[in-house]
Structures are given as C-alpha cells and as structure tokens.
C-alpha cells in the first residue's frame, strides 16, 4: 500500500485591529492562497469599528479562517502573542492586516523551508505603497548566503537595511515555541520584531525568494506610524536585542561575542543622547531591560 505524503500545516496569523475599511482585500489574497493545508486565523484586538464582524462573515464562507474576538485591548504585541499561543501549525506567517501576499507566497516559501533543513525562515522582496501611492521595491540582501550562524546574527544586530522584510516571511513553529514570542521593551511595542528576528537568526538560516511577492500598504493609522523612533526608543530596543542574545541557546563564547554588537549600539546613541535625555544613565536602561516582559 503506498503512504500518502502528508503536507505540513501553515497558519496564517493576522492580528487586526480597527481595519474594517481595508481588511477585506487582505482576506481575499489569503483566500487565494494556493497552498493546500492553509488555516487563517484571525484575532480581533476589541477593535472599536466592526472589524470582528467583517472577518465573521467572511470566514462563515469559507472554513479556512476563524476569528478569535479579544475581550480587551491587548496591543500590537499582545496579539501578536496570543495568536502565537493559539496557533497549531508545522510553519506559521504573520499576515499583518495592511500586507497583500501574492497567490503563491506561501506555496514558494513552504517549498523553500521543505527543501532546506537549515534554513528556518523564507520571505520574498516587497512592494511597499506609501499614503501618497509611491511604490518602493524593497530587496533584505544582506543575508543571502550567509550560512554561518554568528554571522548572521552580527548582521542582524547592526540594524541592516530594511532588516524588517523578513518579518513577513513564512518560519518553523518550532523556532517560535523556542524564541517564545515578541517582547516589549522600555520603548514598548517599537521595532520589537527586531530582538525577534536577531533570536530567530541564531536559529537557523534566512532565505530570500528573489522575486516581489509581498505588497505592504501604508494605512494612515499603520503602527509603525505612530512610533517616534527617538534615540531613547532606539536604545531601548538595542537593549531588549542583547536580551535575545542572551536567552539564546548557543555557546557563551558566541554570546560574548554577539553582545558586543547592539552594546556598541547603545553606546553610539548614548552619547548623542546625553544632552537630550541626561537621566536615561546605563544603570537605569540595564534595570528596563531587566524588567522587560512579554505582554
């Protein structure tokens, strides 16, 4: 008798929140999804608009998606987490609410992770649209090839250019559980994906699927619109980044050698910040990210 060949199971993950106006052509690109054993699973973060019930009625045709309805406002990152805790899945993609996959995303990078046992995340290049309508192509280079697991990380830890592309990118549920999900820092939500995609650096390799793939659309109320991306936020999150380094699984040797990367960070921006933020010292900034947790 021969064995039919099991595909493994991709979720989906959309945090939404307040997208009503526009959640409905993300739905439609995740339905058109080709690959066969796809679940969406959507949590509703109490949006005040009727968010819920547009992704209610939407997934009532069609069995792939479920919504989970938050009793209260958790945030970016309290979603984020809470669809992680749900999820059951061999690979799992966050589908933020203002990003379009093309049909074949998620097809192109199960098959990429499939085919390479090293590797633990697959993304494509981007088309981000501006609020103005302006199109960048955007291409995350800096980790083609490299294969060395240190390397990688020092790449990561030096905030590379559009570093946060793979945040987009189909990854092993297992790496998740093991990372065990976004951190908030003393700056709060702000780039909080980076200490997540440094961690998951050290877990096994990135690969780029050299084709735009992928569309973000700047909606006048994105997240990332609302951050302020001062020099105390940034060294915030650089601090929650050697964080991740240090809850890694790997040799100390290599930790000490990796910690010195976003330390240099904070040091660069400490200096051009003492005269703005004069009481943000070193002993206050190592107790925040003492007290980091995840929300």
Known sequence: MTSRMVMPRVVALMPAWKASAFIVETLDALAAQTYPTLEILISDDASPDDTADVCERYAAGDARFSVIRQPKNLGWLGNVNALLREARGDYLVFAFQDDLFDPTYVERCVAVLEDKPQAVLAFSDITLVNQDGSEEHLSFTALDGV??????????????????????????????????????????????????????????????????????????????????????????????AAAAVSRAKIPIRDKVMLLGVPTAFVARRLVRAARLFPRWSLRRLRRGAEKERLP
């Open 147 to 240: 294969s060395e697991r240190l390397r990688r990380a020092q790449v990561m830890s030096r905030l590379p250019a559009v570093w946060w592309t793979p945040n987009r990118g189909v990854f092993r549920a297992s790496a998740a559980a093991e990372i065990g999900g976004l951190r908030r820092s003393r700056a709060g939500e702000f780039s909080a994906d980076w200490p997540w995609l440094l961690h998951m650096s050290l877990l096994g390799e990135f690969v780029r699927i050299p084709e735009r793939l992928c569309t973000k659309i700047f909606q006048p109320e994105s997240l990332s619109k609302s951050w302020s991306y001062s020099r105390r936020d940034w060294i915030a999150v650089a601090l929650s």
